[in-house]
Protein backbone atom coordinates (compact mmCIF):
# COMPACT_ATOMS: atom_id res chain seq x y z
CA UNK A 1 0.00 0.00 0.00
CA UNK A 2 1.62 3.59 -0.98
CA UNK A 3 0.31 6.32 1.62
CA UNK A 4 0.72 8.85 -1.64
CA UNK A 5 0.42 7.82 -5.70
CA UNK A 6 1.50 10.81 -7.91
CA UNK A 7 0.19 10.76 -11.27
CA UNK A 8 1.02 11.47 -13.81
CA UNK A 9 4.59 11.52 -13.51
CA UNK A 10 6.49 12.77 -17.43
CA UNK A 11 8.97 11.50 -19.42
CA UNK A 12 12.49 12.99 -20.58
CA UNK A 13 11.82 14.14 -23.97
CA UNK A 14 12.52 17.69 -22.66
CA UNK A 15 13.82 19.50 -19.88
CA UNK A 16 10.35 20.85 -18.82
CA UNK A 17 8.41 17.79 -18.37
CA UNK A 18 11.17 16.53 -15.65
CA UNK A 19 11.04 19.85 -14.30
CA UNK A 20 7.98 19.42 -13.15
CA UNK A 21 8.83 16.14 -11.39
CA UNK A 22 11.73 17.24 -10.19
CA UNK A 23 9.94 20.13 -8.40
CA UNK A 24 7.25 17.54 -6.98
CA UNK A 25 9.30 14.96 -5.91
CA UNK A 26 11.65 17.51 -3.91
CA UNK A 27 8.90 18.56 -2.28
CA UNK A 28 7.56 15.04 -1.24
CA UNK A 29 11.36 13.96 -0.07
CA UNK A 30 11.50 17.14 1.68
CA UNK A 31 8.73 16.99 3.68
CA UNK A 32 6.88 13.36 3.51
CA UNK A 33 10.34 10.87 4.02
CA UNK A 34 8.52 8.97 5.94
CA UNK A 35 5.68 8.20 3.63
CA UNK A 36 5.69 5.69 1.08
CA UNK A 37 5.20 7.52 -2.77
CA UNK A 38 3.98 5.58 -5.72
CA UNK A 39 4.63 7.48 -9.29
CA UNK A 40 2.32 6.28 -12.35
CA UNK A 41 4.05 7.34 -15.64
CA UNK A 42 1.78 8.54 -18.58
CA UNK A 43 3.91 6.16 -20.43
CA UNK A 44 3.76 2.47 -20.46
CA UNK A 45 6.22 0.61 -18.45
CA UNK A 46 8.30 -0.56 -21.47
CA UNK A 47 8.60 2.63 -22.50
CA UNK A 48 12.23 4.26 -23.54
CA UNK A 49 11.13 7.23 -21.16
CA UNK A 50 9.86 5.58 -17.97
CA UNK A 51 13.78 4.16 -18.06
CA UNK A 52 15.27 7.40 -18.80
CA UNK A 53 13.35 9.20 -16.05
CA UNK A 54 13.99 6.02 -13.25
CA UNK A 55 17.88 6.65 -14.24
CA UNK A 56 17.26 10.37 -13.81
CA UNK A 57 15.32 9.77 -10.40
CA UNK A 58 17.80 7.57 -9.28
CA UNK A 59 20.82 10.21 -10.00
CA UNK A 60 18.97 12.80 -7.41
CA UNK A 61 18.81 9.72 -4.86
CA UNK A 62 14.88 9.50 -4.81
CA UNK A 63 13.52 6.66 -2.53
CA UNK A 64 10.15 6.48 -5.12
CA UNK A 65 8.97 3.90 -6.94
CA UNK A 66 8.17 4.93 -10.51
CA UNK A 67 5.52 2.25 -12.51
CA UNK A 68 4.46 2.67 -16.55
CA UNK A 69 0.94 3.86 -17.03
CA UNK A 70 -2.34 2.33 -18.24
CA UNK A 71 -2.44 4.29 -21.62
CA UNK A 72 -0.64 2.28 -24.86
CA UNK A 73 -2.09 4.14 -27.44
CA UNK A 74 0.94 5.90 -29.46
CA UNK A 75 -0.78 7.09 -32.74
CA UNK A 76 2.88 8.67 -33.70
CA UNK A 77 4.83 5.76 -32.99
CA UNK A 78 2.58 2.76 -33.76
CA UNK A 79 1.67 0.97 -36.93
CA UNK A 80 -2.14 1.01 -38.01
CA UNK A 81 -2.88 -2.42 -36.32
CA UNK A 82 -0.67 -1.77 -33.09
CA UNK A 83 -3.07 1.48 -32.61
CA UNK A 84 -5.76 -0.62 -32.86
CA UNK A 85 -4.89 -3.51 -30.47
CA UNK A 86 -3.82 -0.54 -28.13
CA UNK A 87 -7.15 1.45 -28.41
CA UNK A 88 -9.40 -1.78 -27.37
CA UNK A 89 -6.89 -2.94 -24.42
CA UNK A 90 -6.73 1.25 -23.34
CA UNK A 91 -10.61 1.12 -23.71
CA UNK A 92 -11.25 -2.27 -21.82
CA UNK A 93 -9.11 -1.06 -19.52
CA UNK A 94 -10.18 2.24 -18.25
CA UNK A 95 -13.77 1.46 -18.86
CA UNK A 96 -12.59 -1.43 -16.05
CA UNK A 97 -11.18 1.20 -13.84
CA UNK A 98 -13.61 4.04 -14.07
CA UNK A 99 -16.86 1.48 -13.85
CA UNK A 100 -15.28 -0.62 -10.74
CA UNK A 101 -16.71 -3.30 -12.94
CA UNK A 102 -13.85 -5.60 -11.44
CA UNK A 103 -14.78 -4.32 -7.78
CA UNK A 104 -15.04 -7.93 -6.35
CA UNK A 105 -11.46 -9.35 -6.46
CA UNK A 106 -9.64 -6.11 -8.77
CA UNK A 107 -8.21 -9.46 -10.31
CA UNK A 108 -7.83 -7.83 -13.82
CA UNK A 109 -7.61 -3.66 -12.35
CA UNK A 110 -4.55 -1.66 -13.77
CA UNK A 111 -1.35 -1.02 -11.91
CA UNK A 112 -2.78 2.70 -11.82
CA UNK A 113 -6.01 1.65 -10.37
CA UNK A 114 -4.61 -0.45 -7.54
CA UNK A 115 -2.17 2.25 -6.44
CA UNK A 116 -4.89 4.71 -6.05
CA UNK A 117 -7.60 2.71 -4.80
CA UNK A 118 -5.01 1.80 -1.93
CA UNK A 119 -3.51 5.48 -1.49
CA UNK A 120 -4.05 7.12 1.30
CA UNK A 121 -3.89 10.42 -1.06
CA UNK A 122 -3.59 10.67 -4.98
CA UNK A 123 -1.99 13.79 -5.77
CA UNK A 124 -2.53 14.86 -9.69
CA UNK A 125 1.35 16.09 -10.66
CA UNK A 126 1.52 20.03 -11.85
CA UNK A 127 1.03 21.22 -15.25
CA UNK A 128 -0.84 22.64 -17.90
CA UNK A 129 -2.82 19.71 -18.51
CA UNK A 130 -6.76 20.32 -17.65
CA UNK A 131 -8.23 22.76 -20.16
CA UNK A 132 -10.02 23.03 -23.43
CA UNK A 133 -8.68 23.53 -26.63
CA UNK A 134 -9.44 23.30 -30.26
CA UNK A 135 -6.04 21.19 -30.87
CA UNK A 136 -6.50 19.35 -27.36
CA UNK A 137 -10.17 19.21 -26.42
CA UNK A 138 -11.02 15.91 -27.67
CA UNK A 139 -12.98 14.19 -25.16
CA UNK A 140 -10.61 11.22 -25.41
CA UNK A 141 -7.97 13.27 -24.39
CA UNK A 142 -10.01 14.59 -21.49
CA UNK A 143 -10.53 11.71 -20.51
CA UNK A 144 -7.44 10.22 -20.54
CA UNK A 145 -5.78 13.07 -18.35
CA UNK A 146 -8.28 12.64 -15.92
CA UNK A 147 -8.08 9.09 -15.51
CA UNK A 148 -6.18 8.87 -12.28
CA UNK A 149 -8.38 11.38 -11.07
CA UNK A 150 -11.55 9.73 -11.99
CA UNK A 151 -10.66 6.58 -10.50
CA UNK A 152 -9.80 8.21 -7.39
CA UNK A 153 -13.01 9.52 -7.32
CA UNK A 154 -14.61 5.99 -8.01
CA UNK A 155 -13.12 4.51 -5.61
CA UNK A 156 -13.63 7.01 -2.59
CA UNK A 157 -9.57 7.89 -2.23
CA UNK A 158 -8.64 11.72 -1.23
CA UNK A 159 -6.96 13.58 -4.38
CA UNK A 160 -5.46 17.04 -4.40
CA UNK A 161 -4.31 18.79 -7.63
CA UNK A 162 -0.59 20.31 -7.31
CA UNK A 163 -0.03 23.87 -9.01
CA UNK A 164 -1.91 23.78 -12.38
CA UNK A 165 -2.45 26.31 -15.39
CA UNK A 166 -6.17 25.69 -16.17
CA UNK A 167 -8.21 27.66 -18.40
CA UNK A 168 -11.08 27.30 -21.22
CA UNK A 169 -12.97 25.33 -19.23
CA UNK A 170 -16.00 26.47 -20.68
CA UNK A 171 -15.80 23.75 -23.61
CA UNK A 172 -18.07 21.42 -24.52
CA UNK A 173 -16.46 18.91 -21.23
CA UNK A 174 -17.13 21.56 -18.68
CA UNK A 175 -19.54 19.70 -16.40
CA UNK A 176 -17.08 16.89 -16.35
CA UNK A 177 -13.99 19.09 -15.39
CA UNK A 178 -15.92 21.13 -12.82
CA UNK A 179 -17.36 17.16 -11.34
CA UNK A 180 -13.78 16.51 -10.99
CA UNK A 181 -12.01 19.63 -9.69
CA UNK A 182 -14.50 20.19 -7.03
CA UNK A 183 -14.28 16.39 -5.91
CA UNK A 184 -10.87 17.48 -5.23
CA UNK A 185 -9.85 18.54 -1.37
CA UNK A 186 -8.16 21.38 -2.58
CA UNK A 187 -6.66 22.90 -6.14
CA UNK A 188 -3.46 24.91 -6.23
CA UNK A 189 -2.35 26.72 -8.93
CA UNK A 190 0.63 27.84 -11.05
CA UNK A 191 0.23 31.34 -11.88
CA UNK A 192 -1.81 34.54 -10.87
CA UNK A 193 -4.63 34.50 -14.30
CA UNK A 194 -5.34 31.00 -13.43
CA UNK A 195 -5.99 31.51 -9.59
CA UNK A 196 -8.46 34.92 -10.25
CA UNK A 197 -9.81 32.70 -12.90
CA UNK A 198 -10.65 29.80 -10.80
CA UNK A 199 -11.64 31.49 -8.13
CA UNK A 200 -14.23 33.81 -10.41
CA UNK A 201 -15.86 30.73 -11.32
CA UNK A 202 -19.01 30.06 -8.89
CA UNK A 203 -18.92 26.30 -9.57
CA UNK A 204 -16.47 25.60 -8.46
CA UNK A 205 -16.17 25.16 -4.66
CA UNK A 206 -12.98 23.53 -3.54
CA UNK A 207 -10.47 25.77 -1.86
CA UNK A 208 -8.19 27.40 -4.01
CA UNK A 209 -4.55 28.11 -3.35
CA UNK A 210 -2.19 30.83 -5.76
CA UNK A 211 1.59 28.89 -5.79
CA UNK A 212 3.97 29.02 -8.47
CA UNK A 213 4.98 26.37 -10.95
CA UNK A 214 6.31 23.55 -8.78
CA UNK A 215 9.76 23.59 -11.05
CA UNK A 216 10.60 26.10 -9.13
CA UNK A 217 11.36 23.60 -6.25
CA UNK A 218 13.22 21.67 -8.00
CA UNK A 219 15.65 24.15 -9.45
CA UNK A 220 19.07 24.32 -8.07
CA UNK A 221 20.75 27.78 -8.01
CA UNK A 222 24.06 27.83 -9.93
CA UNK A 223 26.84 30.10 -8.43
CA UNK A 224 26.64 33.64 -9.91
CA UNK A 225 27.70 33.63 -13.43
CA UNK A 226 30.86 35.71 -14.91
CA UNK A 227 29.09 38.17 -16.06
CA UNK A 228 31.02 40.86 -17.68
CA UNK A 229 30.33 44.28 -18.23
CA UNK A 230 30.91 44.73 -21.61
CA UNK A 231 29.11 42.35 -23.86
CA UNK A 232 25.95 40.86 -22.65
CA UNK A 233 24.91 37.42 -23.40
CA UNK A 234 21.06 37.28 -24.61
CA UNK A 235 19.69 33.67 -25.07
CA UNK A 236 16.67 33.24 -26.69
CA UNK A 237 14.46 30.16 -26.60
CA UNK A 238 11.50 30.29 -30.04
CA UNK A 239 8.11 28.71 -30.21
CA UNK A 240 6.20 28.41 -33.43
CA UNK A 241 4.36 25.15 -31.90
CA UNK A 242 0.63 24.79 -31.12
CA UNK A 243 -0.05 24.02 -27.37
CA UNK A 244 1.30 20.66 -26.65
CA UNK A 245 3.60 20.97 -29.58
CA UNK A 246 1.26 18.71 -31.33
CA UNK A 247 1.54 21.08 -34.59
CA UNK A 248 2.98 24.09 -35.86
CA UNK A 249 1.20 27.28 -35.57
CA UNK A 250 -0.09 27.76 -39.19
CA UNK A 251 2.18 30.12 -42.05
CA UNK A 252 0.00 33.28 -42.03
CA UNK A 253 -0.02 33.23 -37.98
CA UNK A 254 3.77 32.46 -38.13
CA UNK A 255 5.54 34.90 -40.20
CA UNK A 256 5.28 38.19 -38.80
CA UNK A 257 6.56 37.04 -35.20
CA UNK A 258 8.98 34.71 -36.73
CA UNK A 259 10.68 37.76 -38.77
CA UNK A 260 10.52 40.41 -36.05
CA UNK A 261 12.09 37.51 -34.05
CA UNK A 262 14.68 37.35 -36.44
CA UNK A 263 15.43 41.10 -36.89
CA UNK A 264 15.46 41.17 -33.27
CA UNK A 265 18.18 39.13 -33.03
CA UNK A 266 19.87 41.14 -35.93
CA UNK A 267 19.67 44.16 -34.49
CA UNK A 268 21.31 42.83 -30.89
CA UNK A 269 24.21 41.25 -32.22
CA UNK A 270 24.73 44.07 -34.34
CA UNK A 271 24.88 46.15 -30.89
CA UNK A 272 28.19 43.75 -30.36
CA UNK A 273 25.87 41.33 -28.15
CA UNK A 274 26.42 37.35 -28.33
CA UNK A 275 23.13 35.56 -28.81
CA UNK A 276 22.52 31.79 -28.55
CA UNK A 277 19.44 30.02 -29.21
CA UNK A 278 18.51 27.26 -26.78
CA UNK A 279 17.14 23.87 -27.91
CA UNK A 280 15.11 22.15 -25.09
CA UNK A 281 12.30 20.52 -27.23
CA UNK A 282 12.27 18.84 -30.23
CA UNK A 283 10.13 21.88 -31.64
CA UNK A 284 12.91 24.31 -31.05
CA UNK A 285 15.45 21.64 -32.86
CA UNK A 286 13.03 21.58 -36.00
CA UNK A 287 12.98 25.30 -35.82
CA UNK A 288 16.73 25.82 -35.89
CA UNK A 289 17.28 23.18 -38.82
CA UNK A 290 14.92 25.30 -41.14
CA UNK A 291 16.62 28.40 -39.57
CA UNK A 292 19.86 27.28 -40.05
CA UNK A 293 21.35 29.42 -42.90
CA UNK A 294 20.15 32.54 -41.18
CA UNK A 295 21.89 31.63 -37.29
CA UNK A 296 25.14 30.09 -39.47
CA UNK A 297 25.14 33.86 -41.76
CA UNK A 298 23.83 35.66 -38.41
CA UNK A 299 27.10 34.29 -35.74
CA UNK A 300 24.34 33.10 -33.56
CA UNK A 301 25.33 29.90 -31.39
CA UNK A 302 22.97 27.15 -30.71
CA UNK A 303 22.94 25.64 -27.01
CA UNK A 304 21.13 22.12 -27.04
CA UNK A 305 20.40 20.18 -23.91
CA UNK A 306 17.66 18.46 -22.51
CA UNK A 307 18.76 18.30 -18.79
CA UNK A 308 17.53 20.61 -16.41
CA UNK A 309 20.42 21.17 -14.72
CA UNK A 310 22.93 22.01 -17.60
CA UNK A 311 20.33 24.68 -18.92
CA UNK A 312 20.15 26.26 -15.35
CA UNK A 313 23.56 26.68 -15.37
CA UNK A 314 24.19 27.85 -18.92
CA UNK A 315 21.55 30.28 -17.99
CA UNK A 316 23.46 31.21 -15.24
CA UNK A 317 25.69 32.34 -17.71
CA UNK A 318 23.35 34.28 -19.65
CA UNK A 319 22.26 38.08 -18.94
CA UNK A 320 19.28 38.10 -20.38
CA UNK A 321 16.63 35.30 -21.76
CA UNK A 322 13.87 36.37 -24.17
CA UNK A 323 11.86 33.04 -24.36
CA UNK A 324 8.38 31.49 -25.57
CA UNK A 325 8.53 28.60 -23.34
CA UNK A 326 7.80 28.45 -19.62
CA UNK A 327 10.13 26.34 -18.56
CA UNK A 328 13.07 28.10 -20.24
CA UNK A 329 12.54 31.38 -18.36
CA UNK A 330 12.04 29.39 -14.78
CA UNK A 331 15.60 28.04 -15.27
CA UNK A 332 16.96 31.46 -16.18
CA UNK A 333 14.70 33.10 -13.33
CA UNK A 334 15.61 30.52 -10.77
CA UNK A 335 19.51 31.88 -11.57
CA UNK A 336 18.03 35.70 -11.06
CA UNK A 337 18.90 35.88 -14.47
CA UNK A 338 16.30 38.64 -16.55
CA UNK A 339 13.54 36.83 -18.74
CA UNK A 340 11.32 38.28 -21.43
CA UNK A 341 8.22 36.44 -21.65
CA UNK A 342 6.63 35.72 -25.17
CA UNK A 343 3.39 34.45 -25.33
CA UNK A 344 0.16 33.29 -26.85
CA UNK A 345 -3.50 33.37 -25.47
CA UNK A 346 -3.97 29.15 -26.84
CA UNK A 347 -0.95 28.33 -24.88
CA UNK A 348 -3.02 29.80 -21.70
CA UNK A 349 -1.85 31.62 -19.12
CA UNK A 350 1.25 30.67 -17.84
CA UNK A 351 3.76 32.84 -19.19
CA UNK A 352 2.27 36.05 -18.15
CA UNK A 353 0.21 34.46 -14.81
CA UNK A 354 3.94 33.54 -13.45
CA UNK A 355 5.54 36.76 -15.03
CA UNK A 356 2.92 39.01 -12.77
CA UNK A 357 3.37 36.52 -10.02
CA UNK A 358 7.02 37.47 -9.44
CA UNK A 359 6.45 41.35 -9.99
CA UNK A 360 8.02 41.23 -13.69
CA UNK A 361 4.73 41.90 -15.49
CA UNK A 362 6.30 44.44 -17.61
CA UNK A 363 8.67 41.88 -19.15
CA UNK A 364 5.69 40.15 -21.01
CA UNK A 365 4.13 40.49 -24.34
CA UNK A 366 1.77 39.10 -25.87
CA UNK A 367 1.90 36.99 -29.63
CA UNK A 368 0.35 40.28 -31.35
CA UNK A 369 2.67 43.10 -29.36
CA UNK A 370 5.90 41.50 -30.71
CA UNK A 371 7.72 43.40 -32.54
CA UNK A 372 11.88 44.01 -33.23
CA UNK A 373 11.31 47.77 -31.61
CA UNK A 374 9.43 46.41 -28.45
CA UNK A 375 11.93 43.18 -27.57
CA UNK A 376 15.09 45.68 -28.11
CA UNK A 377 13.61 48.31 -25.83
CA UNK A 378 12.63 45.71 -23.62
CA UNK A 379 16.02 44.29 -23.47
CA UNK A 380 17.64 47.73 -22.99
CA UNK A 381 15.60 48.03 -19.88
CA UNK A 382 16.26 45.00 -18.72
CA UNK A 383 20.17 44.96 -19.42
CA UNK A 384 20.03 48.42 -17.28
CA UNK A 385 17.70 47.29 -14.89
CA UNK A 386 20.07 44.18 -14.30
CA UNK A 387 21.01 44.24 -10.37
CA UNK A 388 17.39 45.38 -9.44
CA UNK A 389 15.54 42.49 -11.16
CA UNK A 390 17.64 39.65 -9.98
CA UNK A 391 17.30 41.39 -6.53
CA UNK A 392 13.28 41.36 -7.00
CA UNK A 393 12.95 38.01 -9.16
CA UNK A 394 15.00 35.95 -6.12
CA UNK A 395 12.54 37.63 -3.64
CA UNK A 396 10.05 36.81 -5.08
CA UNK A 397 10.50 33.37 -6.00
CA UNK A 398 11.39 32.37 -2.36
CA UNK A 399 8.64 34.43 -0.95
CA UNK A 400 5.95 32.36 -3.05
CA UNK A 401 7.88 28.64 -3.10
CA UNK A 402 8.10 29.25 0.59
CA UNK A 403 4.32 29.84 1.27
CA UNK A 404 3.31 27.32 -1.84
CA UNK A 405 5.32 24.48 0.05
CA UNK A 406 4.33 25.44 3.45
CA UNK A 407 0.67 25.37 2.61
CA UNK A 408 1.02 22.13 0.76
CA UNK A 409 2.99 20.24 3.63
CA UNK A 410 0.13 21.67 5.76
CA UNK A 411 -3.06 20.56 3.28
CA UNK A 412 -1.54 17.55 2.88
CA UNK A 413 -0.94 16.52 5.96
CA UNK A 414 -4.67 16.98 7.39
CA UNK A 415 -5.91 14.63 4.83
CA UNK A 416 -2.93 12.18 5.49
CA UNK A 417 -3.18 12.10 9.45
Not at 11 to 24: E, K, L, P, V
Not at 172 to 192: C, H, V
Not at 320 to 342: K, S
Amino acid sequence: MSDITLSWGYGCRNAGDMAINYGSLEFLNNNFQNKEVHIISRYPQRHSQVTKAKNRLNEREYDFELSGGPIRYDPKNQSSVERKYALISDIIRYTSDILNLDSFNHQFESKIASSIRNSDLLLFNGGNLIHHSPHRGSLPYVLAIIYPLVVAQRNDTPYALLPQTMFNLEGPYKSILISILNGSEFISTRDDRTYEYLIRKDSITTPIYSGLDIGFVGCRQYSESNKSSGRNHIAVVPRFSELGDTGDIQETELSSVETSLKQYIQRVIDDDNSVSVVVQTVSERDWVNKNMTFLQETGVDVFESYDQEELCSFYAECDLLVTMRLHAGIFALAQGTPAIGIYRDEWGPKIPGTWEALDISAYTKSWDEVSPNTLYDLSLSALEQMNILRERIFENIDERTTGMTNRLEREIRKILD
